[in-house]
């Protein structure tokens, strides 16, 4: 069964903590998401990457930052954690072209900044 | 810019009742446009998608929503409810210029009473 895991499922770190969120995918998928939820608000794109060591922002890029050194794996970072960035976490991954579908989610991980 | 939105924030049903959630997007083009359903702890699961054809899409549990381009609306409907269908659900529009990456609804939570 194809799937996208997150390592941590909950994580609690102290304000101004340098935080690693791993991601990773078994299928061999080109793209890569990071995704943040909060209630009332969705799910809003951090950062994607498209290929091996290539990144895009997304939507709400500031204080996050991402590495893909192997293309299984996607690494969100928090510089220095602020208690605003506790949030759900999501990451997903889909294949290049196509219609833009095919997306698997990770079950997220809930990071809570004290 | 593109942007999708739902209108109920909770919606509460009678078991057996039919269901029917809202969703109006905004996008230039002709849309990529998705169901999510996500229940507590867990990640996002398809429901539908829409690429292009007929407008009338079926989905998995028994779900379907309708494509109404005049209306910029894709709304989710089932014809009778489960308890099970208790989650949150969340509609999403596919951005081709990002890697289609997606865009997200805030999401309705929905409530089933027995």
């Known amino acids: 069964d194809v799937k996208v895991t997150q390592s941590s499922r909950y994580l609690v770190k102290r304000t101004g903590e340098k935080v690693f969120l791993e991601c990773v995918q078994d299928?061999?998928?080109?793209?890569m998401f990071w995704y943040r939820q909060d209630p009332g608000l969705g799910l809003r794109l951090i950062y994607f990457s498209y290929d091996v060591k290539m990144k895009e922002k997304g939507d709400i890029p500031e204080g996050y930052s991402v590495s893909r050194e192997k293309k299984e794996r996607f690494s969100l970072i928090l510089e220095s954690a602020s208690t605003n960035q506790t949030s759900m976490y999501l990451c997903a991954s889909r294949a290049s072209g196509g219609t833009g579908g095919g997306y698997t989610f990770g079950s997220g991980t809930r990071l809570t900044v004290v | 810019a593109q942007s999708v939105t739902q209108p109920d924030i909770h919606i509460t049903v009678s078991e057996g009742a039919s269901l029917e959630l809202r969703c109006n997007y905004s996008y230039g083009a002709t849309p990529y446009l998705f169901w999510y359903v996500q229940s507590p702890g867990q990640g996002l699961q398809l429901l539908l998608k829409y690429f292009s054809g007929d407008t009338l899409v079926q989905g998995i549990k028994g779900f379907e929503a309708e494509f109404k381009r005049s209306q910029s609306s894709f709304n989710l409907r089932k014809p009778s409810v489960h308890w099970s269908d208790a989650a949150e659900y969340f509609c999403?529009?596919?951005?081709?210029?990002?890697?289609?990456?997606?865009?997200f609804g805030a999401g309705t939570i929905l409530r089933v009473k027995s």
């Open positions: 299928m061999d998928h080109e793209n």
């Open positions: 999403a529009v596919g951005v081709r210029e990002y890697g289609n990456k997606l865009v």
